[in-house]
């Protein structure tokens, strides 16, 4: 089983090892490369009229060229771009070529796809995703050359959504106020986190081993853990321990 699945699970460890959304991002692009990707851009589709301004609170991942970046997002070409047009009810993958074929408005195609290029970003393959409360997310992946039409592209289907869902996480964890944990209770846990034992963090910390015992067990509750390996986990998560 280990073997069969080798890529995926070093692809999920090498994700949830990330702490930050350049780490995600260079895990997909590692991916996506094999493809000829270059550049990705994910986030959060508007199910409804938004103002220009709320865009940014709703991308998720942005590793394309800087400039065409400030071009894309200054000018609002996310409303008349055909892929996001076409996510507007497509809920299966597709090429960026493909949403162009579908695009009634010629001007828009030429216009995205005219200075796109201009960026070394030819085609692409776009990855939506359903989240469970009903919004709608999407990755999408750009290159500078043609997808070849013998590309198994539903590859990075799978890591596509396992990286939204890792971002989501990252941005709900931010959001969370952090537990108010007492020195001593770092200190405790911090030492657990090292694989030190009760006995032996009341040793470097010279205090009783059942005062050791007292200040994880407080830890714990504040960070709403079920045992201690569970709090030493929720810790790094939250960025607590490092």
């Keep these: 089983m280990p073997d069969r699945f080798s890529k995926t699970l070093r692809f999920i460890d090498a994700v949830e090892q990330t702490r930050t959304t350049a780490e995600v991002e ?14 990705l851009f994910g986030g959060l589709v508007p199910t409804r009229p938004v103002h220009v301004s709320e865009i940014p609170s709703r991308i998720l991942f942005q590793r394309y060229p800087t400039e065409w970046a400030a071009r894309y997002n200054g000018k609002g ?12 009810y497509e809920r299966n993958p ?5 949403s162009y074929e579908t695009c009634t408005q010629e001007k828009h195609v030429q216009l995205i796809r005219g200075e796109a290029t ?11 995703i359903s989240t469970i409360d009903g919004d709608i997310a999407a990755l999408s992946f750009g290159g500078p050359g043609a997808i070849p039409a013998s590309a198994d592209l539903s590859v990075l289907n799978f890591a596509a959504s396992y990286a ?4 989501l996480h990252h941005l709900a964890a931010a959001r969370r106020p952090a537990p108010d ?3 001593r209770e770092w200190d405790c846990l911090l030492w657990a986190g090292e694989g030190k034992t009760d006995w032996e963090i009341s040793v470097i910390l010279g205090i009783s081993r059942s005062t050791v015992i007292k200040h994880i067990t407080s830890a714990r509750e504040k960070l709403g853990a079920v045992n201690r390996a569970h709090a030493i986990a929720t810790a790094i998560r ?4 490092r």
């Design 181 to 183: 944990l007492t020195p």
């Design 238 to 241: 939250t960025k607590l321990l």
């Design 77 to 88: 070409y996310i409303f008349i771009d055909p892929v996001v047009q076409r996510l507007s």
């Design 26 to 39: 260079d895990c997909l692009l590692v991916l996506a490369a094999e493809f000829g990707f270059t550049g």
């Design 94 to 98: 597709f090429t960026w070529r493909e």
């Design 118 to 128: 201009e960026f070394g970003l030819y085609d692409g393959y776009v990855v939506p």
């Design 164 to 167: 939204i869902g890792r971002r």
